[in-house]
C-alpha cells in the first residue's frame, strides 16, 4: 500500500513563511508527478502546484512568485515552499501523487494517492 505523508503546517503570522514536506514509497516516486492541492472551509479543492517527473514546476496565478515547489528524488520528497503567506492561503494542504506509466501490454496507467493532509493557518 502506497502511503502519501505530509508535514510542516501549523499557524504563521501574515507575510511569514512555511515549507511543506510529502513523502511517499521510494519505489513509485520517481515515476511519479507530484501535486499539492489546498481546501479551505466552505470552498473546493483547488489546485496549488505540480511537479513533473523531469521537475517541471507549474503554480496556479494566486501562489506565483511566493511558493516553489521542489522535489528531492533522493529523499522521496516533494517540498513547497511558502512566502509572502496572506490570510487567503489559509487551508488544508494536500499532497497528490500521481504515478503513471505503461503497461507489458503497451496500455498507459495512472494511478492516484492522496495524503491526509496539513492544515495551514495565516493570521495575526
Known amino acids: 500500500q502506497v502511503q502519501v505523508v505530509e508535514s510542516g503546517g501549523g499557524l504563521v503570522q501574515p507575510g511569514g513563511s512555511l515549507r511543506l514536506s510529502c513523502a511517499t514509497s521510494g519505489s513509485i516516486f520517481s515515476s511519479s508527478a507530484m501535486y499539492w492541492y489546498r481546501q479551505a472551509p466552505g470552498k473546493q479543492r483547488e489546485l496549488v502546484a505540480s511537479?513533473?517527473?523531469?521537475?517541471?514546476?507549474n503554480y496556479t496565478d494566486s501562489v506565483k512568485g511566493r511558493f516553489t515547489i521542489s522535489r528531492d528524488n533522493a529523499k522521496n520528497t516533494v517540498l513547497l515552499r511558502m512566502n509572502s503567506l496572506e490570510p487567503e492561503d489559509t487551508a488544508v494542504y494536500y499532497c497528490?501523487?500521481?504515478?503513471?506509466?505503461?503497461?507489458?501490454?503497451?496500455?498507459?496507467?495512472?494511478?492516484?494517492?492522496w495524503g491526509q493532509g496539513t492544515q495551514v493557518t495565516v493570521s495575526s
Open positions: 511537479i513533473s517527473t523531469g521537475g517541471m514546476p
Open positions: 497528490k501523487v500521481v504515478q503513471s506509466g505503461v503497461s507489458m501490454y503497451g496500455s498507459p496507467y495512472a494511478y492516484a494517492y
